[in-house]
């Protein structure tokens, strides 16, 4: 059952009715956003109501607005007249005929199809002492009453509006490929023998919060020791829109006690999960779109098809995981002469498909 969300403008003329707050992006399509509006005429004044869908993006916080600096660069928007009625209406879809119920004779339905080059909602996260809204891709649904629908010399005021923030988000696809995997022979002075080490993953797409199993094989035909197993994941963040700023952030560092002596072999799994739950200090870790009240996880792997405009994108995200061997020499100095053997395999975290809404709950 699902709840209704709802966001009554401040004179209470208006008020804004959604169904869901989160819409898939399907890869060739994305979810329509379906709502309602109900409108009291008696307090327009002759003045019309509207109602615009934007994805917009986020690059300061409020204060900087106070100094005449635009924080927020709209990629797309789109906007309807709600009241009076014109033209002709697609068909209503379940929501709506259940919406409408509950406004009567009052409400007005409307329909957004969102352009499926459109980015994911996605945020960086702020630091703990950081105030306002966070950096990033934000959808925001938005009625209004007003003579024009997008008039630069119309103010309008804000009791006049309500507003609801929903999301795009990906899904994982229905078929997951082979996991990737990868290997390397290292040699090391002095000494023409070779420490192998192979890595690989199940398959290449994995859940927000699922463990992650990752296969380690090591033949170790030196004399040397492998003193441990340290794995890594990174998150590689590129923000395109106001500058090109490209960096990366470990979201998981766990190291593992397994001894490998010289002229043995070792063959373990060893499961991992990145949360962000662990990460809630970094400042400008990217993670998925925020609803006010609502946690979030790791912000998605950027999916990007073929003829896609990259910069429409604002932000890229991507993962691998980092397999590596501390190999010491042993002895008294082994720690000092200790030398590294590394792999990296490419990762991909999405959300799965959310449950379909069969049906609605008014509160």
Same mark, same amino acid.
């Given at each position: 059952?699902?709840k209704i969300?709802k #966001?009554?403008?401040?004179?209470?003329?208006?008020?804004?009715?959604?169904? #869901?707050?989160?819409?898939v992006?399907?890869?060739?399509?994305?979810d329509?956003?379906?709502g309602?509006v109900?409108?009291? +005429?008696?307090?327009l004044?002759g003045?019309k109501?509207?109602?615009?869908?934007?994805?917009s993006f986020?690059?300061?916080?409020?204060d900087?607005?106070l100094?005449g600096?635009n924080y927020?660069?709209? *990629?797309w928007?789109k906007?309807q007249? *709600?009241?009076?009625?014109?033209?002709?209406?697609?068909?209503n879809?379940p929501m709506?005929?259940a919406?409408l119920?509950?406004c009567?004779d009052?409400?007005?339905?409307?329909?957004?199809?969102i352009d499926?080059n459109?980015?994911?909602?996605?945020g960086?996260q702020?630091a703990p002492?950081?105030?306002?809204?966070?950096c990033?891709?934000?959808?925001?649904?938005k009625?209004? *009453?007003a003579n024009e629908?997008?008039?630069?010399d119309?103010?309008?005021?804000?009791?006049d509006?309500?507003?609801?923030?929903?999301r795009?988000?990906?899904f994982? +696809?229905?078929?997951?490929p082979?996991g990737?995997q990868a290997?390397?022979?290292?040699n090391?002075m002095m000494s023409d023998k070779?420490?192998?080490?192979?890595a690989?993953?199940e398959?290449?797409?994995y859940?927000?919060g699922?463990?992650? +199993?990752v296969?380690?094989? *090591?033949n170790?035909?030196?004399a040397?020791v492998?003193?441990?197993?340290?794995?890594t994941?990174?998150?590689t963040t590129?923000?395109?829109?106001?500058?090109t700023?490209?960096?990366?952030?470990t979201v998981?560092n766990?190291?593992f006690?397994e001894e490998v002596?010289?002229?043995?072999?070792?063959e373990?799994t060893?499961?991992v999960i990145?949360l962000l739950?662990n990460?809630?200090?970094?400042?400008?870790?990217?993670?998925?779109?925020?609803?006010?009240?609502e946690?979030t996880?790791?912000a998605s792997?950027?999916l990007?098809?073929?003829g896609?405009?990259?910069?429409?994108?604002?932000?890229?995200?991507?993962?691998k995981?980092?397999v590596?061997l501390?190999?010491?020499s042993g002895?008294?100095?082994?720690?000092?002469?200790?030398?590294?053997v590394?792999v990296?395999?490419p990762?991909?975290l999405?959300?799965p498909?959310?449950a379909?809404?069969?049906?609605?709950?008014f509160?």
């Amino acid at each position: 059952m699902a709840k209704i969300y709802k #966001k009554t403008s401040g004179n209470g003329s208006i008020a804004l009715y959604l169904g #869901k707050r989160d819409f898939v992006d399907h890869v060739e399509t994305v979810d329509i956003v379906d709502g309602v509006v109900k409108v009291d +005429p008696a307090e327009l004044e002759g003045r019309k109501v509207w109602v615009y869908l934007a994805c917009s993006f986020r690059y300061g916080s409020d204060d900087l607005d106070l100094i005449g600096m635009n924080y927020r660069k709209d *990629i797309w928007i789109k906007r309807q007249q *709600i009241y009076p009625v014109v033209g002709t209406k697609p068909a209503n879809t379940p929501m709506q005929e259940a919406l409408l119920k509950k406004c009567e004779d009052q409400g007005h339905a409307f329909t957004f199809n969102i352009d499926n080059n459109l980015p994911c909602s996605v945020g960086l996260q702020p630091a703990p002492e950081d105030v306002g809204k966070a950096c990033g891709v934000d959808y925001e649904v938005k009625a209004y *009453i007003a003579n024009e629908a997008d008039d630069p010399d119309e103010k309008i005021n804000k009791k006049d509006t309500c507003r609801l923030i929903i999301r795009k988000i990906q899904f994982a +696809p229905g078929t997951i490929p082979a996991g990737p995997q990868a290997d390397i022979s290292k040699n090391f002075m002095m000494s023409d023998k070779l420490v192998h080490l192979e890595a690989s993953i199940e398959k290449e797409l994995y859940f927000h919060g699922d463990p992650i +199993p990752v296969k380690v094989k *090591i033949n170790n035909e030196t004399a040397k020791v492998v003193k441990k197993i340290k794995i890594t994941i990174d998150q590689t963040t590129e923000v395109l829109l106001y500058q090109t700023d490209k960096y990366t952030k470990t979201v998981l560092n766990e190291e593992f006690a397994e001894e490998v002596k010289g002229e043995s072999t070792l063959e373990k799994t060893f499961t991992v999960i990145p949360l962000l739950s662990n990460n809630k200090e970094k400042r400008g870790l990217a993670v998925d779109g925020r609803l006010k009240d609502e946690d979030t996880n790791l912000a998605s792997t950027t999916l990007i098809r073929p003829g896609m405009d990259k910069g429409m994108q604002g932000i890229l995200v991507d993962y691998k995981i980092k397999v590596n061997l501390l190999v010491s020499s042993g002895g008294l100095l082994g720690g000092l002469t200790a030398s590294d053997v590394g792999v990296e395999l490419p990762l991909v975290l999405m959300s799965p498909k959310p449950a379909d809404v069969t049906d609605i709950k008014f509160e």
